[in-house]
């Protein structure tokens, strides 16, 4: 079974850019973000691969200067935007745990797979 829950509109994000959120559902939390890149839309959980902190230190900023990887604030890790993967930084060769984002109209949803 598949649910789906709101994370925001798609104007709240910027191509490139991104957009942190936090949903509840089932009494857990999830916290991540969501990335839009040349018009494809990337989610992943808010957690680095590192030390397990948050990557953004600047509310809904995931982005490096150049907009051309996800940066994590605490140590400066880069990851691609379109699988996750560290490819600089203290996690070199992990990843971000990737998210499901559906968009359906001008709103994107978060989709979970519940068995
Ligand atoms: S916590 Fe992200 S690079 Fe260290």
Redesign the pocket.
């Known amino acids: 079974m598949t649910e789906k829950i709101y994370i925001c509109q798609l104007q709240q994000l910027a191509d490139p850019g991104s957009h942190g959120f936090s949903v509840s559902h089932d009494e857990e939390t999830i916290e991540g973000f969501v990335v839009q890149k040349d018009g494809q839309l990337y989610a992943y959980k808010n957690s ?1 691969p ?2 397990g ?1 948050p ?1 953004d230190w600047v509310e809904h900023q995931f982005l490096d200067l150049d907009q051309a990887f996800i940066q ?1 604030a ?4 880069r990851f691609e935007i379109e699988n996750g993967a560290c490819v600089a ?3 070199n060769g992990e990843a971000l745990q990737r998210l499901a984002v559906l968009r359906q109209g001008d709103e994107l949803f978060l989709q979970l797979n519940k068995p």
């Not at 605490?74 to 890790?77: I, K, L, P, R, S």
């Open positions: 680095c590192h030390t902190s990557l994590c605490v140590h400066d890790a930084g203290p996690c």
